[in-house]
């Protein structure tokens, strides 16, 4: 969004999180370029027929993305308009998406063109791995200074992020998902 604003295009933000959009705009708000609504049906209906580019990067922690943009809404966008669905890796947030290559990246529908390649980052694998180490060598860190067992126990947002564990699901969103049992963490990790 801010590279697009300093281009001088208008940005239209949607996002579940009012606090989050407030935020946004008292720092992104470019001259009334920028747009900031809650992310609803009607709301993601609406700003896509004046769109030019729609980008969906829609995360539920372990769990599918949303279909928030519907096949029904493709024929009120633009023709030659593009869909770029971040969370295809997670599933898709738009109903028309499916998982590409890098190397056959695109397709269209409804005369929409769809770009939806999973593991995005891999187009730029050096740039992407420093930011993954930046992301996780702290925990990595941790792990290998405390063992994981003390890791988990010490460190709250490391067991946050704790999916499966010893073969047990013990994330809410995952084992829904997968339609698997939930085990605690708690009893799984024993310090």
Not at 22 to 41: Q, W
Not at 109 to 117: A, F, M
Not at 131 to 153: C, Q, S
Request: charged share 20%; glycine share 8%; net charge negative.
């Amino acid at each position: 969004a801010m590279i697009a604003l300093g281009m001088g295009a208008r940005v239209t933000l949607l996002d579940v999180n009012m606090d989050r959009l407030r935020y946004l705009d008292e720092i992104l708000g470019s001259k009334g370029r920028l747009t900031t609504l809650a992310s609803n049906e009607t709301n993601i209906a609406e700003a896509v027929t004046t769109a030019d580019a729609v980008i969906g990067a829609v995360l539920v922690t372990g769990a599918r993305a949303p279909r928030l943009v519907t096949r029904d809404m493709l024929p009120t966008m633009f023709k030659g308009s593009v869909i770029v669905d971040v969370a295809v890796d997670q599933g898709g947030c738009v109903e028309t998406t499916h998982a590409t290559t890098h190397s056959d990246p695109i397709y269209f529908v409804d005369g929409v063109l769809h770009y939806g390649v999973a593991n995005m980052p891999g187009a730029v694998p050096r740039t992407s791995s420093f930011g993954l180490a930046n992301a996780t060598l702290r925990y990595i860190l941790k792990i290998a200074d405390l063992g994981v067992h003390e890791a988990l126990n010490k460190d709250a947002g490391l067991a946050k992020g704790l999916n499966v564990y010893k073969g047990s699901v013990t994330h809410p969103a995952v084992a829904k998902t997968f339609n698997l049992p939930l085990s605690a963490m708690d009893e799984l990790v024993v310090a």
